[in-house]
């Protein structure tokens, strides 16, 4: 795919290299007829542009050449002011044909999964993390959009006292694979955590999900009643009037074209400005949670943010969840500023539902406050397993 991506680029603009050398600017543009070349590093980034007018001038008419003849510095004048008449037209083309090639290219980046621990499943090596002891209870914990099994990091130890905790990097996310294809919905990635839980040879499982992964673990429990024994949902948009997160650096990364330019220029800053809404504004930001977003291809992003708000769309969650009859707990930061905390209370639909408002946190709660959000789970896990 790859070879493909460059041929389409090369054969819509002609482009030079910063070392180029003068006599070969000259040549290529009379060669082809064109009155400006995009300028590319080695990594096919657009650094300059180079005009006909600039290399007149450089060549010395119609002023710098002391011997040129009246009607020579006529002529060159002349292809100045041409140059100059078309090369604004020239650069537009040439950046809009590097833009798309460039579009091209970061929608079909992929990556292989990483680590030891991974586990061969249907669309892709995925990454699993074990803590606590294999004989207890099983507590599953699935991650939300461009994150990772990294952000649970903070409750892991508080739960792996009492329970077998089992991290999942979703397909597209963290250490496991990054395809450039399909294997994105929801239900495709909770097919894929149950598969995972089956190879692991666990029975019955307590699965906690955050943020989107609350919709992949509702899913697994739509598919395998047998295998879910109940649900804690952190900071899961209940349906999508509930979102609050529109506009920003965050929405621009779904703008055909400028998003791509952007998640191939991204920089700390930008990551970070966009992992912010996820957090307080007081809360600072782990380098590990940056590289997590970093690491993550454009469409892997992108296709699994769609995946969620089909998923959403198709139905509300409470509504899914009332149909499943699983006992649930959701947990919700006041602060929250990608979902409306006070939608919330949708949940109570659910019958028997146990829904926390955590004052002062924000939309990831494991994170800005570990303590609170594991005393919550081990609560809800803890009465779950006696039948209250």
Avoid: C
Avoid at 40 to 60: F, M, N, Q, T, Y
Avoid at 355 to 372: I, K
Wanted: no cysteine.
């Amino acid at each position: 795919m790859e070879h493909t991506v460059e041929a389409v680029m090369t054969s819509q603009v002609i482009t030079a290299r910063p070392s180029t050398p003068f006599h070969e600017l000259v040549r290529l543009l009379e060669q082809h007829h064109i009155s400006a070349l995009p300028v590319v590093d080695d990594s096919g980034r657009l650094v300059g542009i180079v005009s006909e007018a600039d290399l007149l001038i450089k060549e010395g008419y119609p002023h710098g050449a002391t011997d040129a003849s009246p009607v020579d510095a006529a002529r060159a004048r002349g292809r100045l002011d041409k140059a100059a008449a078309t090369s604004a037209a020239t650069i537009l083309l040439a950046v809009g044909g590097l833009l798309l090639g460039n579009a091209a290219m970061v929608d079909w980046q992929d990556a292989d999964a990483t680590g030891n621990s991974t586990l061969p499943l249907d669309g892709g090596n995925i990454y699993v993390s074990q803590d606590g002891p294999r004989d207890a209870p099983a507590l599953v914990l699935i991650h939300g959009l461009g994150s990772s099994t990294r952000w649970w990091d903070r409750v892991v130890p508080m739960l792996a006292r009492s329970y077998h905790v089992i991290r999942i990097d979703l397909l597209g996310h963290g250490r496991s694979a990054k395809p450039a294809g399909g294997g994105y919905a929801i239900p495709q990635q909770a097919r894929r955590v149950g598969q995972a839980l089956d190879r692991l040879g666990v029975t019955h499982a307590i699965v906690v999900g955050h943020s989107t992964g609350g919709y992949v673990a509702t899913a697994l429990a739509e598919q395998r009643g047998d295998l879910v024994t109940a649900l804690a949902l952190i900071d899961t948009g209940p349906r999508m009037d509930a979102d609050t997160s529109g506009g920003g650096v965050g929405q621009l990364l779904f703008v055909p074209v400028v998003g791509q330019l952007l998640w191939r220029v991204r920089t700390d800053g930008l990551l970070r400005k966009g992992l912010s809404t996820a957090f307080t504004p007081r809360f600072q930001i782990p380098q590990q949670l940056v590289d997590d977003a970093r690491g993550m291809p454009y469409h892997a992003l992108t296709a699994a943010s769609r995946a969620s708000e089909d998923y959403l769309k198709q139905r509300p969650l409470p509504d899914r969840l009332t149909a499943l009859g699983k006992p649930l707990l959701v947990i919700f930061g006041e602060q929250d500023q990608r979902w409306r905390s006070s939608s919330a209370a949708l949940y109570r639909a659910v019958a028997g539902a146990r829904v926390e408002l955590l004052p002062g946190v924000g939309h990831s709660p494991m994170l800005e406050d570990p303590p609170r959000t594991a005393a919550l789970l081990l609560t809800f896990t803890s009465s779950v397993l006696s039948g209250q």
